[in-house]
């Protein structure tokens, strides 16, 4: 089968490439031209007009759980890759906290068998430590071999200094991140944020000098090393300017936020929604305001969406009991584009940097690029279709999202990757 996607624009700052009204030919899953005007064999040739949208070199979302091995009642590979392809991604990288984790090569080898036949790329995220207990290295060198693109304990800090330090070493002998999920366990018993809402609410709180304390002993582990860590979901307004410094110092550290993080304050708790509950809670105005300005400055290299598919039955519970996160698969881009673009804190090249080409760098994956020869894999981005977030269309086994009925402007149309196009929900 051979493509051609008629009269789009194609954007891709990596390659400095801005190309408007311009079509894209491709043949087994590689672009066979790219101009304007393009001939075509009618009888052999899918014709997509594209007129006012927009191809962007795939996203990737560097923080997913999919649940599979162990929850599947809550997502597998596949759904979960069905949601991701909604959302606009042609890739994902999927944390370890499974069960049993990601800490073997045999189940590295399980996900990436049972993702290899669908139109999204599986990326595994190993376990640092055996079962993430923080008691034991896992066999890092033999888990980057068998696949692996980070490691991180997922849901949990690494547990002490020595271990850290010891896991930091292993990786960068083999040039792969650390990924932290920055707490810290003896201030982790929290419900939501600790301010004066969590008084007013009644809640237990959860201090954002938790994150602060462990995000600044990775930056100074990382220094001591010279290893790679990569913050996960930052969410505190010290936690930003922490890693804004040790930027400025050299030091090799990156970080991710969600949209939840950038667009969402504590103040909307006052609902008891448990949608709203997710780890690192929800902050303040000023934490917000705070992201913002990490994102425009480059302090925050990545935007990924912690999606975390629980079933109604587990977020039916009470709040303090409740399990923390949210679905976000198919509203990350939409909210992006939304909250970011259209109200000018980023620009559609810094977005794609945020969503598709710093992800990469970090993991050490192949950026996808707009050239004779290459590979296809691309986004298709609507900027100004304006929509309603409806959990009852998702993909995901799961919905239990914050978004849901909310109104966005932008939209990820489909995503083609494999030789495949997915488009308005479906392989065509």
Not at 36 to 41: A, F
Not at 157 to 179: F, G, N, Q, V
């Amino acid at each position: 089968m051979k493509y051609l996607f008629k009269n789009t624009t194609i954007i891709n700052p990596e390659q400095q490439l801005s190309l408007k009204d311009f079509d894209i030919l491709i043949s087994d899953g590689l672009i066979i031209k790219i101009g304007q005007n393009l001939e075509y064999d009618n009888s052999n040739t899918k014709v997509i007009e594209l007129k006012g949208k927009i191809l962007v070199p795939g996203f990737l979302d560097m923080h997913v759980h999919l649940r599979e091995p162990g929850r599947e009642d809550e997502e597998t590979i596949e759904t979960g890759s069905r949601a991701a392809a909604n959302g606009g991604f042609t890739a994902v990288a999927c944390m370890p906290n499974t069960e049993p984790s990601i800490d073997s090569a045999e189940v590295i080898e399980l996900i990436k068998n049972k993702s290899k036949s669908f139109i999204v790329d599986v990326y595994p995220v190993a376990a640092a430590t055996i079962e993430r207990k923080g008691e034991f290295l896992s066999p890092m060198l033999e888990l980057k071999e068998a696949g692996a693109v980070a490691f991180s304990d997922d849901g949990v800090a690494i547990k002490t200094a020595s271990i850290l330090k010891r896991a930091m070493e292993y990786s960068k002998m083999i040039d792969l991140p650390i990924i932290e999920h920055c707490e810290d366990e003896s201030l982790s018993n929290g419900s939501m944020n600790e301010g004066i809402n969590s008084t007013l609410f009644g809640l237990l709180p959860l201090p954002s000098v938790s994150e602060d304390i462990i995000v600044m002993r990775d930056i100074l582990m990382a220094q001591y090393t010279g290893a790679r860590v990569h913050i996960a979901h930052i969410s505190s307004a010290n936690a930003v300017k922490l890693v804004r410094e040790a930027k400025k110092k050299g030091i090799k550290v990156t970080a991710e936020v969600t949209p939840h993080h950038f667009t969402l304050t504590d103040d909307l708790l006052k609902t008891y929604d448990t949608n709203l509950k997710m780890n690192p809670p929800l902050r303040t105005h000023q934490d917000v305001q705070e992201i913002l300005e990490g994102l425009k400055d480059g302090t925050i290299d990545c935007i990924a969406s912690d999606h975390a598919p629980h079933s109604i039955e587990e977020k039916e519970l009470e709040f303090d009991y409740a399990p923390n996160g949210v679905v976000g698969l198919e509203t990350s881009v939409g909210i992006a584009l939304s909250e970011l673009f259209h109200k000018k804190v980023l620009s559609i090249e810094e977005i794609i940097m945020k969503y598709s080409i710093n992800p990469r760098k970090i993991l050490n994956i192949p950026i996808p690029s707009f050239a004779e020869g290459s590979k296809a894999e691309f986004t298709i981005l609507d900027l100004n279709e304006v929509w309603t977030v409806d959990k009852e269309k998702f993909l995901s086994k799961s919905k239990n999202t914050p978004f849901d009925k909310r109104l966005l402007t932008g939209k990820p149309l489909g995503i083609f990757n494999k030789g495949k196009l997915f488009l308005n929900g479906e392989i065509i």
